[in-house]
């Protein structure tokens, strides 16, 4: 990722930010997309591009390409930053929801504030509105939302004594970090005595896929675990987006950082090491699970019997926003300065993200609405109860609880140097201990506090 936002700073500074997007056929309006064309999210795209030029033949139509994402995406942003290099930007194009902040730093996006008819924007929820505004104005329509939830395995829970069962709250109720350990310790001393079936291939209590941190993907580590310290009244970098010092290594993010590490203390129930597909093949009881486990679960290992609760507090009585959401937006070329070409692509990104699009996304690739009016959408009624317990936790937490990422113009950095040094580490060194934590986050903290000076003003 910083080869990414090199390429911004050290190419963009030098171009004079024209109004190239004026000599483009005025017949089309060119937008890029990270998927496929023979994804699911490809396939809406298209489906949606072509419902509006058929809607408007008199308007400018609209050309959609795909680039297809390589590994964490490299593939699209690599063609990204050399049309930007090139001052070749397309008309619209898809950026993941954290990097807004750094795009609009580098002068790249153009602002959407005052070219959307009236209340569109607050037709966004609360988190995907926070996630695409930077310094007040509004960048990023996003067209998919996220959500994570705690998943568990259904044979494996019901073999537990009754005493144990009972520390598994319902559907609908709130439970702490605390808690959650505590059923992973009970979960990880029975299995080393049983010989019940249900954990015959039984390798660790929890599965937090700390693996994909160790492969690179860093971002999955910082938006899985940040809402631990949010649940604590912390954060990973201040509001301002590029103060870390005195945030990230607050005395509350040890606090909360301590009790995730819990799960590594001998004998750990959490691994940083753990199998591929762990929780899906049977081989933990419990899951901190991306949304996206809901469809791979149920198409792909129709045997396993899952439920899904809500994402742990990190105490009972907090009540701000603390679970993990957010996804890819839609973003305009902030090149164009035609006002009435502006006019038209501020019209396709509404086609594109209005309340019919964030319900038509939902039905054909199992996207989390982003718009108030389409949550309801979600079907929790279907003849799957494992379906319906996934996405009742889903859609309560997108209506009361998801927060957006923090917005900074140094967000792949935060992201990567939080995700790998401190998630992973506190799990590959199995360090318990505040002290040693407190350690962890300093030096995380010095590292960006240096690279996020050429951010402050």
């Known amino acids: ?104 730093d580098a002068g790249v996006l153009g602002e959407l504030d005052g070219y959307l008819t009236e209340g569109f924007k607050e037709g966004f929820t609360e988190a995907i509105i926070d996630q695409g ?28 004594p009754e005493d144990v069962k009972a520390l598994v709250p319902a559907v609908d109720e709130d439970w702490t970090w605390d808690q959650f350990v505590e059923l992973s310790r009970k979960i990880d001393e029975f299995a080393k005595t ?11 209590a929890t599965s937090l896929l700390l693996t994909d941190i160790t492969a690179g993907a860093y971002e999955l580590g910082t938006y899985y675990f940040t809402p631990l310290l949010w649940g604590n009244d912390a954060n990973i970098v201040g509001e301002d987006g590029v103060t870390v010092d005195g945030v990230l290594n607050s005395e509350k993010s040890v606090e909360a950082l301590t009790k995730y590490a819990q799960l590594f203390e001998e004998p750990a129930l959490a691994s940083a090491t753990e199998s591929e597909k762990t929780f899906h093949t049977g081989k933990s009881a419990l899951s901190v699970s991306g949304f996206w486990y809901v469809s791979e679960l149920i198409n792909n290992y129709p045997d396993l019997k899952f439920k899904s609760l809500r994402y742990p507090k990190m105490s009972e009585n907090y009540d701000g926003l603390y679970t993990p959401s957010g996804s890819w937006a839609f973003v305009r070329n902030g090149q164009i300065e035609d006002e009435e070409r502006v006019q038209q692509i501020a019209e396709v ?33 279907t003849d799957n109860p494992y379906h319906n317990d996934a996405w009742t936790v889903l859609k309560y937490q997108v209506e009361e609880t998801n927060k957006s990422r923090p917005v900074s113009p140094g967000y792949p950095y935060l992201s990567e140097t939080f995700a790998k040094d401190v998630i992973l580490k506190i799990a590959q060194n199995k360090a318990t201990d505040p002290e040693t934590i407190k350690q962890y986050l300093d030096d995380a903290a010095k590292k960006i506090e240096l690279e996020f000076e050429k951010y402050k003003k």
């Not at 996003?142 to 939830?149: L, T, W």
């Open 1 to 104: 990722m910083k080869k990414i936002f090199l390429l911004i700073a050290t190419s963009l500074l030098a171009l004079t930010l024209s109004a190239c997007g004026e000599e483009k056929a005025n017949e089309e309006i060119v937008v890029w997309t990270q998927a496929s064309a023979d994804h699911p999210e490809g396939k809406m795209f298209a489906e949606r591009v072509k419902s509006y030029n058929e809607a408007n033949p008199d308007k400018p139509q609209v050309k959609i390409e795909n680039i297809t994402r390589a590994g964490a995406g490299s593939g699209y942003i690599d063609k990204l930053n050399a049309a930007i290099t090139a001052n070749d930007l397309p008309d619209i194009f898809t950026l993941d929801g954290p990097d807004i902040g750094a795009y609009v």
């Open 133 to 160: 505004t930077v310094d007040g104005k509004f960048y990023g329509m996003g067209y998919s939302d996220s959500g994570v939830a705690v998943m568990y395995n259904e044979d494996m829970i019901n073999a537990l």
């Open 194 to 204: 049983t010989n019940d079936p249900a954990f015959e291939n039984y390798e660790v």
């Open 349 to 381: 990104m509404e086609w594109l993200t209005n309340d019919e699009a964030s319900e038509q996304y939902y039905q054909m690739n199992g996207s989390v609405p982003t718009r108030i009016n389409s949550v309801d959408v979600i079907d929790t009624n």
